[in-house]
T-cell receptor, first 115, second 116 residues
Framework: AQTVTQSQPEMSVQEAETVTLSCTYDTSESDYYLFWYKQPPSRQMILVIRQEAYKQQNATENRFSVNFQKAAKSFSLKISDSQLGDAAMYFCAYCGQGGSEKLVFGKGTKLTVNP | DAGVIQSPRHEVTEMGQEVTLRCKPISGHDYLFWYRQTMMRGLELLIYFNNNVPIDDSGMPEDRFSAKMPNASFSTLKIQPSEPRDSAVYFC??????????????FGPGTRLTVT
């Protein structure tokens, strides 16, 4: 079974600085998808960014970018120019290409942004 | 679109009572997922449907849990009888299917269940 590990339960960053959240996963599949979801205190789960495993280019969405290392099974999220609104729980998630739409989530990283 | 709608937002009940959580997915989405979130176990997929048919219920913890999707716009998750360890936030999510999978899952606001 696939597993997703987020080794940093908590992280903090100064406003306007850059922070990187780590995620590793375990799978025997060659094609899959990876996601980062944000969960602010409101509890709403919001998709931040997604990466298709067959794409070598790292995904970017405005201030959010990923460092996808397929051989190392690593999928880190970089947040540039951190803003107070970025404070939230961040979840890394995996979805296989086996026809299933199931997401497997990591335990999450709580990000604090200091003014 | 109003997004995924869940009701109630909060539910407090006593042990042994039946609890029913409700979900209305986004119109046009043919996948529906039920998740449970706890501090100890994180986010767990309980069950998911495709075109109203349950595809994988391997995450349903016990026979006390059941889920139905009688039509494309409504699903329920029922716990009978409820126990204190069922206290959690329950999320419903929906997504479009298709040949280019997977589409983004859109989550509802969640139902915070407290069983005393």
């Amino acid at each position: 079974a696939q597993t997703v590990t987020q080794s940093q339960p908590e992280m903090s960053v100064q406003e306007a600085e850059t922070v990187t959240l780590s995620c590793t996963y375990d799978t025997s599949e060659s094609d899959y998808y990876l996601f980062w979801y944000k969960q602010p205190p409101s509890r709403q789960m919001i998709l931040v960014i997604r990466q298709e495993a067959y794409k070598q280019q790292n995904a970017t969405e405005n201030r959010f970018s990923v460092n996808f290392q397929k051989a190392a099974k690593s999928f880190s999220l970089k947040i540039s120019d951190s803003q107070l609104g970025d404070a939230a729980m961040y979840f890394c998630a995996y979805c296989g290409q086996g026809g299933s739409e199931k997401l497997v989530f990591g335990k999450g990283t709580k990000l604090t942004v200091n003014p | 679109d109003a997004g995924v709608i869940q009701s109630p937002r909060h539910e407090v009940t006593e042990m042994g009572q039946e609890v029913t959580l409700r979900c209305k997915p986004i119109s046009g989405h043919d996948y529906l997922f039920w998740y449970r979130q706890t501090m100890m176990r994180g986010l767990e997929l309980l069950i998911y449907f495709n075109n109203n048919v349950p595809i994988d219920d391997s995450g349903m913890p016990e026979d006390r849990f059941s889920a139905k999707m009688p039509n494309a716009s409504f699903s329920t998750l029922k716990i009978q009888p409820s126990e204190p360890r069922d206290s959690a936030v329950y999320f419903c999510a929906s997504s479009r299917g298709g040949f280019v999978a997977p589409y983004e899952q859109y989550f509802g606001p969640g139902t915070r269940l407290t069983v005393t």
